[in-house]
């Protein structure tokens, strides 16, 4: 709950009521504890006050007493993974959690693992594609999708709370090493393929793993496929040697470099915790994640008519002519790939993901999945051609992403603002404001984490862009002042 004004001197009186001197106010709803789950679970600096084996104890108890019952825990390639590790898991075990240890595992494949081992839920120790410093935890409900707000909440509150249900002496849990998730994990993948067609079109690729957790997957993954490969970077060191782990155009020089000395199929490179991939082509043409979204979007749907596809509204509008080039339908959601996945359970999507590279196979789990991914773009090149064909087939936007600064207070009032200005044209409120116009569209969008406004613009014309987003961000900046 805000501080009212006026009442700074507030202390917290019994049974919920706010004293001051003069006044008494009965509070209308529960008192909000600070949150602990960023968008992507808990981050933040190794051994700060905010990441340190405290910490990570306090939330395992947290968590545990909000999952009750068997967590399997696993862990990208970070320094610092076994210490928070061990503290999370003595956390667990201490309010009498069953703990199954899978060691160092991609995101996805500790997801895999808790839906098919039938867990009470998972957690994972990532900072995803942060710099070697960070280190995070991340929760994953029972059925292996990443944690929805409502969940983290509860574990939120217990955790501020200190509710934690301290198992008696004879029933603390047990931690036992579960060596056996990858192989399942890939096993899993391999039935969701064609594997034949694969292993018959004699493909090869180029595959840096950023020294994160993929490099334990991957390579597997290609050889039970029959696929030739070069790896860069493929040990786990969380030092990150090769290059800082968030697959971005200047951490993929090298696989660039590589695939064009000639004789790859494709490359691919992975984040840290190996649920995103991005694609490289024939070429060495690095392929944004919206491209490589449409190509998979497109196969899918050409594979049975009217198929629907999930992606959030800040998308290229290339996913969505892809599919409709395929007979397939579109649904956009809010930002966050948990909302893609929900929207897709929900509403029965087949695929789906963002622009970062984090695509979602329906069919497999319903979580991002960069070896799943890697798996499906080998089964499109072997059955359909060359990866710079299938690109060039989808239309070609140019996009313009820009921010500016907005105190947390105005952010509604912003939003308001131009959405009035908007009368009369086509907008669209699904996360932010959407407007879009013959030629392209701008969205408006309050960073959920900072004090920001995230301005995206997207047209034929890299010009028409830059000129769309411009007008915007003027008209926030003009109302944040005003
Ligand atoms: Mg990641």
Redesign the pocket.
């Given at each position: 709950m805000e501080m009212m004004p006026g009442t700074s001197k507030s202390r917290q009186g019994p049974q919920g009521f706010i004293c001051d001197s003069n006044i008494t106010v009965a509070m209308t709803q529960e008192k909000k504890a600070p949150r602990l789950f960023g968008t992507?679970g808990v981050r933040g600096i190794v051994n700060s006050d905010e990441m340190d084996p405290m910490f990570a104890m306090k939330l395992g108890m947290a968590i545990g007493s909000f999952m009750k019952g068997k967590v399997m825990i696993g862990t990208d390639a970070r320094t610092s993974n076994e210490m928070l590790k061990s503290a999370c898991v003595s956390g667990l075990m201490a309010v009498g959690c069953d703990v199954s240890d899978c060691g160092v595992v991609p995101?996805p494949t500790l997801q895999y693992a808790v839906k098919i081992a039938q867990a009470a839920g998972g957690v994972v120790i990532?900072a995803?594609?942060n710099p070697p410093e960070f280190n995070g935890i991340k929760a994953i409900d029972a059925d292996g999708t990443e944690m929805g707000r409502e969940n983290e909440e509860a574990i939120e509150r217990i955790y501020h709370e200190g509710r934690f249900t301290r198992a008696d002496w004879r029933r603390i849990g047990q931690v036992t090493q579960n060596l056996t998730v990858v192989d399942r994990y890939i096993g899993g993948i391999l039935s969701k393929v064609d594997g034949l067609a694969i292993r018959k079109a004699n493909l090869r690729i180029a595959v840096d793993c950023g020294n994160g957790a993929s490099s334990l997957v991957t390579p597997k993954l290609l050889e039970r496929l029959g696929v030739r490969y070069v790896t860069l970077n493929a040990d786990p060191n969380g030092a990150f040697p090769g290059h800082n782990?968030e697959p971005v155009p200047e951490n993929a020089v090298d696989l660039v470099e590589l695939v064009k000395s000639g004789g790859f199929d494709f490359g691919v490179i992975h984040?840290?915790?190996?649920?995103?991939t991005i694609f490289v082509d024939e070429t060495g043409r690095y392929l944004q994640g919206d491209r490589s979204l449409a190509i998979v979007a497109n196969y899918i749907c050409s594979l049975k008519p009217n198929r629907l596809i999930v992606t959030n509204v800040a998308s290229s509008q290339c996913i969505e002519e892809a599919v409709k080039m395929a007979g397939g339908r579109m649904l956009y959601t809010r930002v966050g790939s948990p909302t893609i996945a929900r929207a897709m359970m929900k509403e029965g999507g087949v695929f789906g993901g963002e622009e970062n590279g984090?695509l979602i196979f329906a069919e497999f789990q319903f979580c991002?999945d960069?070896a799943m991914a890697v798996a499906k773009m080998l089964e499109i090149v072997a059955k359909t051609g060359q990866l710079s064909k299938l690109n060039d087939r989808i239309p070609s936007y140019c996009q313009c992403k820009k921010k500016t600064g907005c105190p947390e207070g105005r952010k509604q009032a912003v939003l308001r603002e131009i959405e009035k200005d908007a009368k009369g044209l086509k907008v669209d409120t699904t996360d932010g404001i959407k407007i879009l116009f013959d030629e392209g569209w701008v969205i408006i969008r309050p960073s959920g984490t900072e004090p920001i406004f995230r301005i995206f613009s997207e047209s034929k014309t890299a010009s028409r862009a830059e000129e769309l987003a411009e007008k915007y961000k003027k008209k926030v900046e003009k109302l944040v002042n005003g």
């Open positions: 992507n995101t990532t995803s594609h782990s984040d840290g915790d190996g649920d995103r984090g991002r960069g």
